[in-house]
């Protein structure tokens, strides 16, 4: 991603400045929150070049920033006695973490910047009234093709399904994920990704079976964007920030979301019912909801803000993103849907998972 110039002219006055201009806060955090640190666990990459230096200056105080690379893991870590004050998962964790009483609620009248959120991806299934999450980033699930190998009708008119296409076996990269691909053969299939129907779930199974057998797909996770920009191969299933990163970087690809539906997800910041300093958790939240935090982690990551201030600037002429069709996602196809949190039916899909990848 290319850096703008407004975060070299910020990084070169950072001796003495913070937030490009704003002069380093005297706050006594310890008076004013009852805390000076603040322990994040959040997505390895997932966070703007100088969003949480310029928070530590900004508010005299620490941040112990921590990494997990899925929703299983800091779960676990949460069970398991670790104590955090944000952490930053996905919609169907959110909805365990609210079911299991993990969470406590948003104190709203703190977060001062709210109406710069996205009305888009406010109120939705897995927290109605955002009593406990605040959306961090949002994105899609989509293909991204090399428009100079792949007719891009076979796209539009196949949708998912252009994955089973023979024409370009050897040359499709799946994402290793037994949730992302039922996802997509579901709803190639015409069904709900969240469906509890065995005679439905059979029948994706079915159908990845034969995209295995008679395509050959390459089974991949973050590999696949580097892949990509090299344009190793001519489709691929990619999350819609990487795949911004890959149009930005080989203008022979493109992006496409089928009719169908895919799945829409959205990341967002919550307080663990453990926590420690929300108070200083609270002031985080604001802060990053900020144009300046907002932009700075947009521009890094590649995926769409939740600041709708930033959306608008990331798309407009001349803006990090003008012209990427990867950038913003849909969010008025009916058919796209949010991922609902079923343990029972997740162990299901992960052994069928397992079965098509050993047949």
């Known amino acids: 991603m290319k850096k703008i110039l407004v975060t070299v002219v910020c990084s070169l006055l950072a001796l003495s400045l913070v937030g490009c201009g704003q002069k380093k806060s005297d706050v006594d955090p310890i008076a004013a929150y009852g805390c000076d640190v ?10 703007g070049e100088n969003v949480i230096q310029d928070f ?32 930053v998962p996905s919609d169907y964790m959110i909805e365990r973490l609210i079911e299991e009483k993990l969470l406590q609620p948003i104190d709203w009248t703190k977060i001062t910047n709210k109406e710069n959120l996205y009305d888009g991806i406010m109120g939705t299934a897995f927290d109605a009234d955002n009593t406990y ?12 093709y090399n428009k100079n190998n792949v007719d891009p009708k076979d796209v539009e008119t196949e949708g998912f399904n252009v994955l089973k296409n023979t024409k370009y076996a050897d040359q499709v990269y799946m994402y290793d994920s037994e949730r992302d691909s039922f996802m997509i053969a579901l709803k190639a299939l015409g069904y709900s990704m969240n469906t509890e129907n065995m005679d439905e779930i059979n029948e994706a199974y ?14 991949v996770t973050d590999e696949v964007i580097d892949s990509m920009v090299n344009g190793e191969k001519d489709l691929a299933v990619v999350y819609s920030g990487d795949a911004a990163y890959i149009l930005s970087e080989n203008e022979e690809m493109d992006y496409y979301m089928p009719e169908s539906g895919t799945n829409l997800w959205v990341d967002a910041m919550v307080i663990p019912a453990n926590a420690k300093c929300p108070a200083l958790a609270h002031e985080f939240i604001n802060y990053v909801l900020t144009d300046d935090a907002s932009y700075d982690n947009s ?8 600041n709708k201030n930033v959306l608008d600037e990331m798309i407009a002429e001349g803006g990090e993103f003008d012209g990427n069709v990867a950038y913003l996602p849909r969010t008025d196809n009916s058919n796209d849907e949010y991922f609902k949190h079923n343990e029972a039916m997740k162990k299901i899909l992960a052994d069928l998972w397992i079965k098509v990848k050993n047949q």
Do not use: C, H, R
């Not at 997990?68 to 069970?79: H, I, R």
């Not at 605040?134 to 994105?139: A, E, I, M, N």
């Open 38 to 47: 603040l322990n994040v666990y959040n997505w390895g990459e997932y966070v």
């Open 56 to 87: 530590e200056s900004q508010y005299n105080v620490k941040v112990n920033y921590s990494l997990f690379d899925s929703n299983e893991v800091m779960y676990t870590k949460l069970l398991g006695g670790n104590e955090y004050d944000i952490l």
């Open 133 to 144: 999450s605040v959306p961090y980033f949002w994105g899609s699930v989509g293909i991204v």
């Open 206 to 219: 079915e159908w990845l079976l034969e995209l295995d057998k008679n395509v050959n797909p390459a089974y």
């Open 299 to 306: 521009a890094t990551v590649g995926y769409a803000s939740s």
